[in-house]
């Protein structure tokens, strides 16, 4: 099962795009599980996200292979909209969470950690936070994947700089975190 935490999902377009990726490089017909956390501070828009209903506006935005697997079509009353399939929505669970408290959201540790374009509502000292107890979550070998206005230069020391906006844990920390420290 690979675990995916998608902080700040607001509508549940960035999940619901994790799904889609992940079943169809991952499939459960060939024993993969999928299981993606979406978590956001706001109940209306994750009431929103777990509708899985979005404008037929936005399928241009999908993959036809992507939009044809898993993506419905509205009929009658709901034409011009479409809802992700039973599949994905099976894939994506949505929990309230708040990044600035010092709790643990469920299900993780997480190989794959997605908080884009969040953090740049944060002052420093409450990015810095946030990252540290993300990083409790992030499994040894995963990623942290932020927005293109993001970065951890002078956040975090602990992971490095793996591609644009995408980080991995630091040579100088161990696998399990050791040597990391309480955020």
């Not at 377009?13 to 978590?39: F, K, N, Q, S």
């Not at 109940?43 to 044809?68: C, H, N």
Request: glycine content about 10%; hydrophobic content about 45%; overall charge neutral.
């Amino acid at each position: 099962t690979i675990r995916v935490w998608s902080a700040g999902c607001s509508t549940g377009e960035e999940p619901y795009t994790l799904a889609m990726v992940l079943l169809a490089h991952m499939p459960r017909a060939a024993g993969w599980g999928v299981d993606i956390l979406a978590t956001d501070l706001s109940t209306r828009a994750l009431e929103k996200a777990a509708a899985a209903v979005f404008s037929m506006d936005k399928a241009g935005e999908i993959p036809a292979r992507y939009l044809k697997a898993y993506m419905l079509r509205g009929k009658e009353g709901q034409a011009g909209f479409m809802k992700a399939g039973p599949e994905l929505r099976s894939a994506v669970r949505f929990e309230v969470f708040n990044l600035n408290e010092d709790r643990r959201p469920g299900g993780g540790p997480f190989a794959l950690i997605f908080c884009r374009n969040v953090m740049i509502y944060f002052d420093s000292e409450t990015r810095k936070a946030a990252v540290h107890r993300m990083l409790w979550d992030l499994a040894p070998g995963g990623f942290l994947f932020l927005g293109h206005a993001e970065t951890l230069n002078g956040v975090c020391d602990r992971v490095q700089s793996v591609g644009p906006t995408v980080y991995a844990w630091a040579d100088k920390c161990d696998a399990a975190h050791g040597s990391v420290g309480t955020p």
